[in-house]
């Protein structure tokens, strides 16, 4: 084995492990496997990588399929990104020779400059092709306005993790109520998960991306990942960039939830919900914050015991026992007027002595009403006033961790939350949430 084989595989190593080539595993493969030829000596045939790398058969016929080029082509653009952007002061750079499959590994100052221009994103999409197994109707083509707010909550949210500001009496006095202080007065860590959306990029006939796609019945790298495998026709047409994004309501959401967290001086961790670990609901205490249809593996936790479930939309819940709905109004063209929204939240103890606290909505006005109400010190008192878990006990007072949920309607205006009125209240029974495993925290 020789020194630049070592050398090659260590470069294809720390390309992998920085998240360069996404969450799909396909790139990781391919990229493995003409790493393995290139140390063998040889260039592998088109057939052979789409039979090894994507266990296609014998008969696949590159004449008519294009899915190995297609994501060779995409392969070389995520190294030239990575060498471009956190690979910058490698010394030596794996390059994918364009016409061929070939790995080379180049002293830096021999490889071609590519300048990464982000996506450009078109402000009048044409309707995509339909898919296979699509779950929901929504699809959102980002225009560059929208995308732009996006952004801009994304960057807002950030600043406002970076900084620890001083505690506020409001936020030291909410953080003593009995749905605050068994978060705050233990041992555990505490975990914001934030709601996140995965995009994706829509190709043009030279490979370009010119469009930022969110599609509910795509929600990961993986899923996109699965859905060109199983249609090899999409291969030319979507590109994962590895991109999320977060609602522009987040950012205010989360100042709400910090300031209250931060007159403690545990340990704070901040994830995106596809970043969550499983594992966190038992080892943190585990607060999301985001949109009700961005619960995702969270989702069938939260209304395990509840009576409400989300409706078709999303922008709905469904009273199980009565039949109510509430709909939000939010994004409906009429929005120079004021509208409905709603806030849920909910919180129940986890299977590890931790707690789960949900402070969601079903768009911007009702996401930032919930956090608000949670940051506010006579909202919060009006909340442990009408806890329907106090209801079961003879003494109020008595301490045991809260499990309940309430949904409130929210007057909203543009992205505003101006007034709420509670609609629902209900207690959850967390044994049933986790099948009857519960254990008590131990002690400290």
């Not at 030829?37 to 266990?55: D, Q, S, Y």
């Not at 006095?173 to 705050?184: F, Q, R, T």
Request: hydrophobic share 40%; with cysteine.
């Amino acid at each position: 084995m020789s020194a630049e084989s070592d050398l090659v595989r260590e470069q294809a190593a720390k390309i992998v492990q920085s998240g360069a080539l996404g969450r799909s595993r396909s790139y990781g493969r391919l990229l493995e496997f003409l790493v393995e030829c290139a140390a063998n000596g040889r260039t592998p045939k088109e057939l052979e990588i789409a039979m090894e790398v994507f266990g296609r058969g014998s008969d696949f016929d590159p004449s008519q399929d294009s899915m190995v080029r297609v994501y060779a082509h995409n392969l070389r653009q995520k190294l030239e990104h990575f060498y471009a952007t956190s690979g910058r002061n490698e010394p030596r750079q794996l390059g994918l020779a364009r016409g061929e499959y070939r790995i080379s590994l180049a002293a830096a100052e021999e490889v071609t400059e590519t300048s990464v221009a982000p996506p450009a994103l078109a402000a009048d999409p044409a309707p995509p092709p339909s898919q296979p197994g699509a779950a929901r109707p929504e699809r959102w083509h980002l225009g560059a306005v929208g995308a732009a707010m996006l952004a801009l909550g994304i960057a807002l949210g950030v600043g406002i993790m970076l900084e620890r500001a001083p505690a506020a009496p409001a936020a030291t006095a909410v953080a003593h109520s009995p749905i605050w202080a068994g978060m705050l007065d233990d041992d555990l860590p505490i975990l914001i998960v934030v709601g996140d959306y995965y995009i994706y990029g829509e190709l043009d006939e030279h490979g370009d991306v010119t469009r930022l796609v969110r599609d509910f019945s795509v929600g990961s790298s993986k899923e996109l990942d699965e859905l060109m495998m199983n249609d090899s026709s999409l291969l030319s047409r979507y590109l994962d960039l590895d991109l999320t994004y977060l609602p522009t309501g987040s950012a205010s959401a989360l100042l709400d939830v910090l300031r209250v967290l931060y007159t403690s001086n545990k340990p704070i961790r901040v994830a995106s919900m596809s970043e969550m670990n499983e594992a966190d609901l038992k080892s943190s205490h585990v607060i999301y914050v985001g949109y009700l249809s961005a619960l995702d593996k969270l989702e069938e936790l939260v209304f395990a015991s509840s009576s409400l479930a989300i409706g078709y939309t999303y922008d709905e819940l469904r009273n199980t026992d009565t039949g109510e709905l509430y709909t939000s109004e939010a994004g409906m063209p009429e929005m120079n007027r004021n509208y409905r929204d709603y806030a849920f939240i909910s919180t129940f103890p986890g299977p590890g002595g931790n707690q789960i606290l949900i402070v969601g909505g079903t768009r911007d006005a009702g996401l930032m009403q919930a956090a608000h109400a949670l940051a506010d010190p006579m909202f919060v008192a009006s909340i442990e006033q009408a806890r329907p878990d106090f209801g079961k006990s003879a003494d109020a007072t008595e301490k045991r961790p809260p499990s309940f949920e309430m949904l409130y309607e929210v007057t909203g205006y543009g992205r505003t939350n101006l007034d709420a009125m509670l609609v629902h209240a209900a207690e959850l029974n967390y044994q049933e949430i986790w099948g009857g495993v519960f254990r008590q925290a131990p002690s400290h």
